[in-house]
């Protein structure tokens, strides 16, 4: 498979970018009519704001469900492939799992700190990792980025990325004051993990030439299990990450 299908959803509601409802949706169906590979198309969207998701004349054809209330409304209704949880303090990925009563075709996903290694998982569940926000504190350490992609790949759980993702490769941000992961780094770290390398290096590099040189030498196997452990990242924008790949001559489509 080409390492980079299906790569990125659709965070348009989500900051920095926050468009309005009718204004993400308008995007997310001329990206469906565009047809992009590198595009699910899925639509991420917090649970808070369904009922205002149904009234619109467009619905997406995919759905991310981000659990921000209490309790998740019914959503029956609607084409969700996963939710999304973050983990509260003192609670365990077992233990919030167990409070959801999902359909068999939605996954849950939940977000941990990547910190926290030693995480057991059940069956069917998986992670979600936050590798970025609105300040300095919010970008994991490249060490803790890459403990958290080991233990994925060596316990087999699959995971999705979320935040702080804006560029393909690696960067510093004044405005914050810090080195911002860049998408290609990290999947390029969980090919590297899958080999049985260290992926500390390939997430600390800026070096564009030696990255896009890994991505292109990418084995197809090695490419086929790493994408199914690194299921998509969110990105608030859905040309950015189309316009790097593009202008790094990873991808052939245009922007």
Do not use: W
């Not at 149904?54 to 996963?82: C, H, K, Q, W, Y």
């Not at 057991?120 to 992609?149: D, Q, W, Y």
């Not at 993990?193 to 990255?211: E, K």
């Amino acid at each position: 498979m080409n390492i980079y299908t299906a790569l990125i959803d659709d965070a348009g509601l989500f900051p920095p970018t926050s468009l309005h409802m009718d204004e993400a949706l308008d995007r997310n169906r001329r990206d469906l009519e565009r047809g992009s590979p590198v595009l699910t198309h899925r639509f991420l969207c917090p649970a808070s704001r369904l009922d205002r998701l149904r009234g619109m004349s467009f619905r997406p054809r995919r759905i991310g469900l981000i659990a921000d209330t209490t309790r998740l409304p019914s959503f029956d209704d609607l084409p969700v492939d996963f939710v999304e949880a973050r983990l509260p303090p003192d609670s365990s990925v077992e233990g919030l799992a167990g409070t959801f009563d999902l359909p068999a075709n939605v996954r849950l996903f939940v977000e941990v700190e990547p910190r926290k290694l030693g995480i057991t998982v059940p069956v069917g569940v998986g992670l979600k990792v936050r590798c970025g926000g609105s300040n300095a504190e919010a970008f994991p350490a490249v060490e803790h980025l890459a403990g958290f992609i080991r233990h994925c790949v060596e316990h087999d759980i699959p995971f999705k990325a979320t935040a702080g993702l804006h560029h393909a490769v690696r960067h510093f941000d004044p405005s914050l004051g810090v080195d911002r992961h860049g998408f290609l780094n990290l999947v390029l770290a969980v090919c590297e993990a899958v080999d049985g390398r260290d992926p500390v290096p390939v997430l600390r590099s800026t070096d564009v030439g030696h990255l896009v040189r890994l991505a292109q030498a990418v084995a197809a196997d090695t490419a086929k299990r790493a994408r199914r452990l690194l299921v998509s990242y969110g990105s608030c924008s859905t040309s950015t990450p189309l316009e790097d790949l593009h202008t790094l001559g990873l991808i052939k489509e245009t922007p």
